[in-house]
């Protein structure tokens, strides 16, 4: 898969009834073959009359998003981050290893007392998100973690934090199963991470 322009959709790592039932496969599919396949293609358009800037990798455009032609710039940020943060979000999940590792579990433990200290704070970033956004785990320089939300499509990539997980409340990762019901949907969202995915981001 190419890491610079042209941006392909990668493939979805399971069958979309994999996250059943707490994400319906409808939901699966339309998220990742439709939505995030329109922030690839408007990435790629976006891109295609400059190419200057089609050896860069998704990582360096949004990074460097201010050097980039005015003109783009937004579409670059908008898609750019849908495709970045859509990528992260599907990988991180999947049919298997539903719970942290003793490593893992002492580090969530130790930067907010208890695993589910840990699972509220995450909810409640999710659930408080006004509008469309995401809610991260993320970690600082000294691998201290952190709970925060962005909004729309931005990401984490001008910040010195590394993202560990994300949840997507865009009402098209959950509304047809879900409908208003945000916090249902960020409850149930914890037994489809795969904590071993998630562990090679920390």
Known sequence: MNDHYPFQLLPLPYAYDALEPY???ETVEIHH??????????????????????GMTLEELLINSNRL????????????????????????????????????????EKAFGSFGNFKKALKESAVNRFGSGYAWLAADPCGKLTILSTANQD?????CLKPILLVDVWEHAYYLKYKNLRGDYAENWFNVLDWSRIENHY
């Open 23 to 25: 994400i319906d496969a």
């Open 33 to 54: 073959d439709r939505h995030l396949k329109a922030y690839v293609d408007h990435l790629n358009e976006a891109l295609a009359p400059y190419p200057q800037l089609h």
């Open 69 to 108: 032609p005015k003109c783009i710039q937004t579409a670059v940020i908008n898609n750019g981050g849908g495709v970045y943060n859509h990528n992260f979000y599907f990988n991180i999940m999947g049919p298997y290893n539903h719970e942290p590792s003793v490593k893992m579990m002492r580090a969530l």
């Open 155 to 159: 990401t984490l990539l001008k910040t």
